[in-house]
């Protein structure tokens, strides 16, 4: 787990700390510091931080998490920031949950007149810290998020899925070809997946696929975050040889409760930065 050390001091207004002194701080708790190097970000000195999270704290695979246990250590307050309320307009999502069993929580909402492009320097720089390429405002925002909060989410393109999207287990496909152009053979019964009423639209948890992948042409899209029995995502990504920043994350203990902020962030975030309006009901199955 990678973190910048402005991030932490900005979420514990009271650190006096100095970066390394933090991360050996947080050495001694368990979280073992990896490494610490010096970098720029909008353009001031800043420090990245690599910590070895245990199994047992998914909660601190996000720079939230991390900010907690800071405060903790130190015996100071936390600011974590607040998204705003997602506004609820328009029609009901057609989502169903098959796979009932195996999905822990499902929240999804749709977003029209969205704006998609190149995303601002900030971002890229930021993504670019976690070794990721930047694809696009909308895809580098998810991961934003995922990074601050640990809760990883999926775009999917409204306007390429036909009909009813569900989350199901794979009976009908034998692959997937993935976002990054590779194809994947899918051992079926065992898979969950996202699909609409024609296509496979991503291995839940896993990985996304082409057939409504998120590009500068998209302008209506629906934001999704699911938590789901986590030996059957560890066993899929083992099995698929598919280890990705969602799959490290969602095999592992995430507390469903938190989805909701993560989601309000999230919706935030891409309100700000593409322009676009919560245009459905949220879609909620969390029995």
């Given at each position: 787990m990678?973190?910048?050390f402005s991030?932490?001091?900005e979420l514990?207004?009271?650190?006096k700390?100095?970066?390394?002194?933090m991360?050996?701080s947080?050495s001694?708790?368990g979280?073992?510091?990896?490494?610490?190097t010096?970098?720029k970000?909008k353009g001031?000195?800043?420090?990245?931080?690599?910590?070895e999270?245990?199994?047992?704290?998914?909660?601190c695979l996000?720079?939230?998490?991390?900010a907690?246990?800071?405060a903790?250590?130190?015996g100071?307050?936390?600011?974590?920031?607040?998204?705003?309320?997602?506004?609820?307009s328009?029609?009901?999502?057609?989502?169903k949950?098959e796979a009932?069993k195996?999905?822990k929580?499902?929240?999804?909402?749709?977003?029209a007149?969205?704006?998609n492009?190149?995303?601002?320097?900030?971002?890229?720089?930021y993504?670019?810290?976690?070794?990721?390429n930047s694809?696009n405002?909308?895809?580098?925002?998810s991961?934003?998020?995922?990074?601050?909060t640990g809760?990883?989410?999926?775009l999917?393109?409204?306007n390429?899925?036909?009909?009813?999207?569900?989350?199901?287990?794979?009976?009908?496909?034998?692959?997937l070809?993935?976002?990054l152009?590779?194809?994947?053979?899918?051992?079926?019964?065992?898979?969950?997946?996202i699909?609409d009423?024609?296509?496979i639209?991503?291995l839940?948890g896993?990985?996304?696929?082409q057939?409504?992948?998120i590009?500068?042409?998209?302008d209506?899209?629906?934001a999704e975050m699911?938590i789901?029995n986590?030996?059957?995502i560890?066993?899929?990504?083992?099995?698929?040889?598919i280890?990705?920043?969602?799959?490290?994350r969602l095999?592992?203990?995430l507390?469903?409760n938190?989805v909701?902020?993560?989601?309000?962030?999230?919706?935030e975030?891409?309100e700000?930065?593409?322009?676009g309006?919560?245009?459905?009901?949220?879609?909620?199955?969390?029995?």
């Amino acid at each position: 787990m990678k973190v910048l050390f402005s991030q932490i001091k900005e979420l514990v207004p009271g650190l006096k700390a100095s970066a390394k002194e933090m991360g050996e701080s947080l050495s001694l708790t368990g979280f073992m510091m990896e490494s610490l190097t010096e970098v720029k970000f909008k353009g001031h000195r800043d420090y990245l931080l690599s910590f070895e999270i245990r199994q047992n704290r998914a909660d601190c695979l996000g720079v939230f998490g991390l900010a907690k246990e800071v405060a903790a250590y130190y015996g100071l307050r936390v600011k974590l920031p607040e998204g705003k309320k997602i506004t609820v307009s328009g029609d009901q999502l057609d989502i169903k949950v098959e796979a009932s069993k195996l999905v822990k929580r499902v929240l999804a909402v749709k977003l029209a007149g969205v704006k998609n492009g190149d995303s601002p320097d900030w971002l890229k720089e930021y993504v670019g810290f976690h070794g990721l390429n930047s694809v696009n405002l909308l895809v580098d925002l998810s991961n934003y998020v995922m990074f601050l909060t640990g809760y990883p989410s999926h775009l999917i393109d409204f306007n390429k899925t036909q009909g009813r999207i569900k989350w199901s287990l794979n009976k009908n496909f034998k692959e997937l070809i993935t976002l990054l152009g590779t194809t994947v053979p899918l051992k079926q019964d065992q898979e969950i997946i996202i699909r609409d009423e024609k296509n496979i639209i991503a291995l839940a948890g896993l990985i996304g696929g082409q057939e409504a992948e998120i590009d500068d042409k998209t302008d209506t899209l629906i934001a999704e975050m699911a938590i789901y029995n986590r030996a059957v995502i560890r066993k899929n990504s083992r099995s698929l040889n598919i280890v990705t920043e969602a799959s490290h994350r969602l095999e592992k203990e995430l507390d469903p409760n938190g989805v909701q902020s993560a989601m309000e962030l999230l919706v935030e975030l891409m309100e700000k930065y593409s322009g676009g309006k919560v245009t459905s009901q949220p879609f909620e199955f969390y029995p």
